[in-house]
Structures are given as structure tokens and as C-alpha cells.
Nanobody, 123 residues
């Protein structure tokens, strides 16, 4: 499956952005989906994940209460709605697809990755 992330940009602290990730190729509903991010000089870290049918979601503590992950299987899309953004949220954000069911906070559980979209939060 091919993944294309978009929606990044420059936003002031306290603002909002919605990231989108469009999938193509294999049936989208086969995959659990995740969002990760990588700040300059840091490891890529887990942000959020969503199950194949969109019922089960999980958000990292650093984003809990501010970020929401959702998907639309009819449109082959997964979204990350980000609000109350902080300068420390600045990073390249990646969407990823996994066929595995467990351990989806780990990067190596994912089979496919998008190219990333840059989010910059100014103070």
C-alpha cells in the first residue's frame, strides 16, 4: 500500500491542524493505521493508532486530550486532528500501516510508511 501524508504547515502555539493520509494500492481496511513523528535530532515516536474498523484508538500520553485519530475507509483516508498545539509538537509527522494487531506503539510493527509532512509550531 502507498501512503501520502499532507496537511502540515506553520501554526502558532495553541492553534490547530488536521493531517491527512491517503492510502492507495491494497484494500485500506486491511490495515491498522498509526501516526508517528520525528523532531530534529530525536527518534521517531508514536503518536496515535486506530484499528481497521476505526472503533479502537489509542493516543500517546504526550498528545492525549489534544490529538484525535480517525479514519474513513470509504475514502481510504486516516486523519490526525491536532489542537492546542505546542512548540514541542514540531516534527515531521508520518502515517504508517500495519497488518499486525499488537504492539502498535512500536515502529517496527508497521509495514508501510508515508513520506511525512512537516508541522512547525511557533511560540
Amino acid at each position: 500500500v502507498q501512503l501520502q501524508a499532507s496537511g502540515g504547515g506553520l501554526v502558532q502555539a495553541g492553534g490547530s491542524l488536521r493531517l491527512s493520509c491517503e492510502a492507495s494500492g491494497r484494500p485500506f481496511s486491511m490495515y491498522n493505521m498509526g501516526w508517528f513523528r520525528q523532531a530534529p535530532g530525536k527518534e521517531r515516536e508514536f503518536v496515535a493508532r486506530i484499528s481497521r474498523n476505526g472503533i479502537r484508538t489509542y493516543v500517546a500520553d504526550s498528545a492525549k486530550g489534544r490529538f484525535t485519530i480517525s479514519r474513513d475507509n470509504a475514502k481510504n483516508m486516516v486523519y490526525l486532528q491536532m489542537s492546542s498545539l505546542k512548540p514541542e509538537d514540531t516534527a515531521v509527522y508520518y502515517c504508517a500501516a500495519a497488518q499486525l494487531e499488537f504492539g502498535l506503539q512500536a515502529r517496527d510493527r508497521y509495514d508501510y510508511w508515508g513520506q511525512g509532512t512537516l508541522v512547525t509550531v511557533s511560540s
